[in-house]
T-cell receptor, first 109, second 118 residues
């Protein structure tokens, strides 16, 4: 079945660090994606994990544990422009993306 | 990187009319394109998968006669919302993958079309 979960909303302070978690359950798995979506805009690709561990890309890092069905997106040195929704999605055995509902991240000065 | 272009970005139409949305892959060929719909404060919902040279595959609950999809070439897919009604007002987004980078390559999205039906 399709089961993926992430928090609805999070708040963090400019300059701080925030971790957005995503859990999923699936019998077939071909990787996990994170996308950023600003209000009124289309999603943009942030990261892809298919093996366990941490992938670092500038201020953003993404982690995956396949055995736990768990991923997180870590945002460091938060900037006001990071206020957006963050979508996680896993790719199933048919290479179809199954989307979470998104986490709205609010950055406060 | 792979670029997907979507047009128009915004459209307002009257109830009962039809609206066509175009999606183009600019620097790669896409045998498959994906059409999503997103209502305010909700997640992306896959409507249909557009296949070049064959019929589109629609998700459960999506009316194929209302949302006509034509994948005319390896770089162009169109979605036509026929006899639009106010409840069809939504954000429609197309996407595609550059399979030159593998089956698990990321989806690249067009900029979306904000449809308002009055």
């Amino acid at each position: 079945g399709q089961n993926i979960d992430q928090p609805t909303e999070m708040t963090a302070t400019e300059g701080a660090i925030v971790q957005i978690n995503c859990t999923y359950q699936t019998s077939g798995f071909n990787g996990l994606f994170w996308y950023q979506q600003h209000a009124g805009e289309a999603p943009t690709f942030l990261s892809y994990n298919v093996l366990d561990g941490l992938e670092e890309k500038g201020r953003f890092s993404s982690f995956l544990s396949r055995s736990k069905g768990y991923s997180y997106l870590l945002l460091k040195e938060l900037q006001m422009k990071d206020s957006a929704s963050y979508l996680c999605a896993y790719m199933d055995s048919n290479y179809q993306l199954i989307w979470g509902a998104g986490t709205k991240l609010i950055i406060k000065p | 990187g792979a670029v997907v272009s979507q047009h128009p970005s915004r459209v307002i139409c009257k109830s009962g009319t039809s609206v066509k949305i175009e999606c183009r892959s600019l620097d790669f060929q896409a045998t498959t394109m994906f059409w999503y719909r997103q209502f305010p404060k909700q997640s992306l919902m896959l409507m249909a998968t557009s296949n070049e040279g064959s019929k589109a595959t629609y998700e459960q609950g999506v009316e194929k006669d209302k949302f006509l999809i034509n994948h005319a070439s390896l770089t162009l897919s169109t979605l036509t919302v026929t006899s639009a009604h106010p409840e069809d007002s939504s954000f429609y987004i197309c996407s595609a993958r550059d399979l030159r980078t593998g089956d698990n390559s990321p989806l690249h999205f067009g900029n979306g079309t904000r449809l308002t039906v009055t």
